[in-house]
């Protein structure tokens, strides 16, 4: 039994990948509608150094979890065949082709009828890693995993963490809330939908059972840890809403301090995940 914190690597990964997808595809979205002066255009641009950046430390944490850096690309042997090799590879592409297109915008070097092509092109690319994210532990020897609630997760994370990802960039860039105005609501509807999905998780955990193993022990808190990353969530997202909901914008300190906050809520949930690890042999792992 655990809470999964040993996976810590894999944790930050996939947490920072999904919010990275969340932020990435808010700002392309705003690029690609068109409604954006030239300058407004080159400050969002260069404000997704960020995003990649992020993505930078969430691929360096993944290392750590193969015991050695220098086996990295060993994780490429069986692409194709290999859930684990598909999202290396798809979280390479996506991480290659916005880190490239973020350079040549900055060095004035992006051809502009190549411009919205590429944006989703990148975007198609965040998906298909989310994509493959999920098929690694959707694993049918592994109960507790190998249900809706698995890429549902994921998915969440994308729309809690990366619309507020994107708002503070953009806000950082300069780009006014009027702009910006249906972001907050994804992130509020998601974290309803994922107060949800904890309640049906939790209903369903006593019914999973190995031969040695029940799903609900695996976790003896898992209340307890949900309740306090659902806590976390709400309190990221007020240093954002509570401000809108008085007519005022919100300052970018106060959204980065909400960011903190919602980062560290998907990481308890994600160590909650990894937690849940079982098999339905005699092995058990949590």
Not at 15 to 42: E, F, K, N, P, T
Not at 99 to 128: E, S, T
Not at 160 to 167: A, E, F, S
Request: with cysteine.
């Amino acid at each position: 039994m655990g809470n999964g914190w040993h996976e810590w690597p894999l944790m930050f990964f996939t947490v920072a990948g999904q919010c990275v997808i969340g932020g990435y595809l808010a700002m392309a979205a705003l690029l690609l509608g068109g409604r954006l002066s030239a300058d407004s255009g080159r400050r969002v641009r260069r404000m997704m150094f960020f995003l990649w950046a992020l993505m930078g430390v969430g691929f360096a944490a993944s290392m750590l979890h193969l015991g050695s850096p220098l086996r990295a690309m060993n994780a490429l042997n069986r692409l194709g065949a290999s859930p684990l090799s598909n999202e290396i590879a798809t979280g390479s592409l996506f991480f290659a082709l916005g880190g490239l297109y973020w350079l040549l915008a900055v060095l004035n070097r992006l051809p502009l009828r190549l411009d919205k092509p590429w944006l989703v092109a990148i975007a198609l690319a965040g998906l298909v890693f989310l994509y493959a994210m999920g098929r690694v532990y959707f694993i049918d020897t592994v109960p507790t995993w190998y249900s809706v609630f698995t890429p549902l997760g994921f998915v969440l994370t994308v729309l809690i963490g990366g619309p507020l990802l994107g708002y503070l960039l953009l806000r950082a860039a300069g780009i006014p809330d009027a702009a910006l105005r249906y972001l907050p609501w994804v992130s509020a509807l998601a974290l309803l939908a994922s107060l949800l999905v904890v309640i049906l998780q939790a209903s369903q955990l006593p019914t999973i059972h190995s031969s040695v193993q029940q799903a609900a022990t695996l976790i003896p808190d898992y209340g307890l840890l949900m309740a306090g990353r659902l806590v976390l969530l709400v309190l990221g997202l007020a240093f954002w809403l509570l401000p809108l909901l008085r007519g005022k914008t919100p300052p970018v300190g106060g959204l980065a301090f909400g960011m903190l906050w919602v980062l560290c809520g998907e990481l308890i949930g994600r160590a909650v995940f990894y937690g849940l690890h079982m098999t339905v042999g005699m092995a058990v792992a949590g």
